[in-house]
């Protein structure tokens, strides 16, 4: 009893100091949006942010600012990112008036197979060492987005990062934190980690310089020869070299074969708007059946914050978790029923499943047939870019090829190990993917351009931000502050039952008669830190011919327009 009565004081104290006291907006905004006329680009690092508002300066699109803004992050913000890892973009092309998907994420080393993981008597792909590392495929997808989109040479895109990667840069508070974890845990197990990331024998901390003169070394050597150079020159053989000697069975060969794939977006109307999403091999339909099933309810009218609110969100996610378990794969090898997945058919009959007074737990419907880094850039010509890149579990693998200045993802380990699934292991096959960008259109216009990173948070989060604003009349910046939820202990992809109905956790500044209730309801309910994803989003207001940019204030960046 004392310790529950201490967890509400906790609560309660915590919601005490959540308030801005504002003059304008809602209590928990943390700043006014930013607004602008001629370009936008909100990233997760000052920085990296100014770099991309310096490209589009320099008569750079959306898309050459969205590249200089990742290369940059891959530098100053390596715990969630990095040319090591994949990378999704949804592009708005005002000239056609049209989306364009791309997947840029790398494909599994064809000499390892399923066999071979079971002679290694593993249930489960390990989160790192060698054996989780795929292709990566970010450098294949800047320049593919470069040549259908880019303005301005690659060498220009390049040279900002160049250039702070030589000289050094002020390390921010969040990212020194998680740099502090992953470095100190990685250089006492893997080769190359402490050349690569340390200095004076620490890691690097809040304030302190950071260099990285390895990596503007790459970064040139793929400027000057383009995506051949990482994947058909020297770099291609030191990662290569460097993977099967630490056990690994990535080949020369796998990287010279990759490529990226355009894709269709596809999408959902929610109250009016069109959201949209990539097709799998990545998460984002979860987004779009959850909407499906939540449009079925007058959230506008349950109030933001309320037990129905909560709970509703809560089982139209657990339903989609179930259905992405089951079916969400690399389409190149599984027959994913998208078009039913996402249709309102299909989310009228799973929402029949829901309870308004009681947590459910579910099974995938039966049909015939998570650390990231988000950015956005929008440019003075219309043009507007969703981009998501990330090595996964925060810094990636911990696999460090000597001299080169990154670290390669571990994107493998969301391969499931048992036969029989859409998502099992298999040579060649890109595994499921959690990074997820996401666009809105209205009237076939564009709208807004926004992500949540954040593992399996991010479908959760879309829909939270397009709640906030569709149903609750939230402003953009509010949107992002506004407290969030988070769910978890569905089905995984990766083979891991539910556990029962799972658990809710709670940012501070929900009511406790909230929580009462939807304790009552059968929820477990607990308060986690920092797994609640980072967010950026621009949106642009047709009528004033303004753009409106927010960035995470759980974050480090910013938002910039000029």
Not at 59 to 66: I, T
Request: hydrophobic residues 35%; charged residues 20%.
């Amino acid at each position: 009893m004392k310790k529950f009565a201490s967890l509400v004081l906790l609560f309660l104290i915590g919601i005490s100091l959540f308030a801005q006291d504002r003059i304008t907006g809602k209590n928990f905004a943390t700043r006014s949006d930013v607004m602008a006329r001629h370009g936008m680009v909100c990233t997760s690092q000052p920085l990296a942010t100014q770099i991309g508002i310096d490209i589009l300066k320099k008569g750079g699109s959306a898309v050459d600012a969205a590249i200089a803004a990742n290369a940059a992050l891959g530098l100053m913000e390596p715990t969630g990112s990095g040319m090591g890892g994949d990378l999704f973009a949804i592009v708005w092309d005002a000239k056609t008036k049209k989306l364009y998907g791309l997947n840029a994420s790398g494909r599994s080393p064809k000499a390892l197979t399923l066999a071979i993981f079971k002679e290694k008597g593993l249930k489960k792909i390990p989160p790192f060492g060698p054996l989780p590392v795929t292709v990566p495929g970010c450098v294949d997808g800047w320049f593919s987005l470069h040549e259908r989109f880019g303005k301005l040479p690659m060498k220009d895109i390049l040279e900002p990062t160049i250039q702070y990667a030589e000289e050094g840069f002020p390390v921010t508070e969040i990212i020194g934190y998680y740099f502090g974890r992953s470095v100190e845990y990685f250089s006492k197990k893997f080769p190359n980690v402490t050349e690569t990331y340390m200095s004076d024998g620490e890691p690097p901390y809040k304030g302190k310089v950071f260099r990285n003169p390895m990596l503007a070394s790459t970064y040139r050597e793929i400027a000057q020869g383009g995506r051949d150079a990482f994947y058909k020159g020297r770099i291609a053989h030191v990662i290569a070299d460097f993977i099967q000697e630490q056990g690994g069975y990535l080949s020369y060969e796998d990287l010279a074969a990759h490529h990226s794939q355009w894709v269709e977006p596809v999408s959902v109307n929610y109250r009016g708007y069109d959201v949209w999403e990539l097709p799998p091999n990545g998460q984002g339909i979860a987004a779009l059946q959850m909407l499906q099933v939540l449009k079925g309810y007058d959230i506008a009218s349950m109030g933001f914050g309320s037990a129905d609110h909560i709970h509703y969100f809560t089982e139209a996610k657990k339903l989609a978790f179930e259905d992405r378990a089951k079916y969400y794969a690399d389409m190149d090898f599984a027959n994913v029923p998208v078009k039913t997945l996402i249709s309102e058919k299909y989310a009228a009959e799973r929402r029949k499943l829901i309870r308004p007074d009681r947590a459910g737990k579910y099974s995938a419907g039966e049909i015939s047939q998570g650390e990231t880094v988000y950015l956005t850039a929008a440019d003075d010509e219309g043009n507007m870019v969703s981009l998501i890149q990330s090595n996964y579990r925060g810094m990636g693998s911990g696999m460090v090829p000597p001299g080169l200045g990154f670290m390669l993802q571990d994107r493998g380990q969301l391969f499931n190990l048992e036969e029989g699934h859409a998502n099992t292991y298999e040579p060649g096959k890109r595994p499921f993917h959690t990074i997820i960008p996401a666009f809105v259109t209205k009237d076939g216009k564009p709208y807004m351009s926004f992500g949540v990173m954040g593992g399996d948070f991010q479908p959760q989060g879309h829909v939270q931000i397009l709640m906030n604003i569709i149903d609750f009349g939230m402003g953009l910046q509010e949107a992002g502050d506004a407290p969030r939820i988070s769910h978890d202990g569905s089905t995984s992809p990766t083979g891991t039952p539910a556990d029962g109905t799972g658990q809710i956790s709670l940012e501070s500044g929900f009511g406790y008669e909230a929580i009462r209730t939807l304790m009552q309801r059968g929820h477990r309910v607990g308060f986690e830190n920092g797994i609640y994803g980072g967010y950026q989003a621009i949106m642009y207001d047709a009528k004033n011919d303004v753009y409106y940019g927010a960035s995470e204030s759980r974050k480090d960046g910013e938002a910039i327009g000029y």
